[in-house]
């Protein structure tokens, strides 16, 4: 490192450090680890809000990523390439492209992670709206009412995206926000039509009550057909995936091996 790069970089580096460090030590003393960890979580969950309020995360169900993969691996992506780059190149300007560099590809890492993770809890709602039909079914047959149906079978329903919405339906009615308000966002952050129709009968069944369970039962039904479906066709795409496999790696292979002793005789007879 030149005179020029540590006057530039290393101490501005080290001065801003050292008042950060002082001025936190008061505050990190006496703060617990699991505090530092949900201070990490929130603030990560803010920032999502904020992309997702501003189209740069147009993902079906992005607001039902709860998990902090996305921003860890376009976190460490960044860390990654920036010391790597760094350590090649270890000039004002070449750290400069470091850091440019490393927020390019730290975002796109993390996008593509929101988009899988978003992807991934769409169907983990998928998964679970059956289950929570039919316990509503059943709970309604049991003569419970809309509400308190609701509450039970969002406590028996698996931890998981569908649950906290259900959760948040929840609070909001305990909390005096109209049922219709809750349900029409809730439709917002969920776009499955599947789900769509589970709240339509949930608003309905604070009008009909106990009417309601054969409704639900009948819609339980479909979409575990409807799921069915999806796993058939999901099986009968796999032949097609595990072609290219087959051809580019396993095929040659295999021919290799069987005909290497008759290739290995030609090359004797011609070249021995």
């Not at 002082?22 to 703060?31: E, T, V």
């Not at 479909?222 to 058939?232: F, K, S, T, V």
Request: glycine residues 8%; aromatic residues 6%; proline residues 5%.
């Amino acid at each position: 490192m030149t005179i020029r790069d540590l006057l530039l970089i290393g101490i501005p580096l080290l001065a801003g450090w050292s008042i950060l460090g002082y001025s936190l030590a008061p505050f990190l003393r006496n703060r617990p680890r699991t505090d530092d960890v949900s201070l990490y979580r929130s603030a990560h969950r803010r920032m999502a809000e904020r992309l997702i309020d501003g189209n740069l995360l147009p993902f079906p169900g992005a607001c039902l990523v709860n998990s902090l993969r996305p921003w860890i691996a376009g976190e460490s992506a960044f860390l990654a390439l920036l010391l790597a780059g760094v350590g090649l190149d270890r000039t004002a300007w070449g750290s400069a492209q470091c850091v440019v560099a490393g927020l390019l590809v730290g975002s796109a890492v993390a996008w593509f992670s929101f988009r899988d993770e978003s992807r991934r809890a769409l169907l983990s709602v998928q998964r679970d709206l059956p289950t929570a039909s039919i316990l509503l079914s059943l709970l309604l047959e049991s003569g419970m009412g809309a509400s308190s149906a609701l509450q039970e079978a969002t406590s028996s329903v698996p931890e998981g995206p569908l649950a906290r919405e259900l959760a948040e339906l929840v609070r909001a009615r305990s909390m005096g926000v109209p049922r219709a308000e809750t349900i029409d966002r809730s439709k917002r952050r969920v776009p499955l039509e599947e789900y769509r129709l589970f709240l339509n009968h949930i608003l309905q069944g604070e009008r009909l009550g106990i009417g309601l369970s054969r409704s639900l039962r009948e819609l339980s039904g479909r979409m575990l057909e409807n799921q069915g479906h999806r796993a058939e066709t999901i099986a009968q795409q796999a032949g097609v995936k595990m072609l290219f496999p087959l051809v580019v790696f396993i095929f040659p292979a295999v021919f290799l091996i069987i005909l290497s002793p008759i290739l290995l005789g030609l090359w004797n007879r011609v070249w021995g």
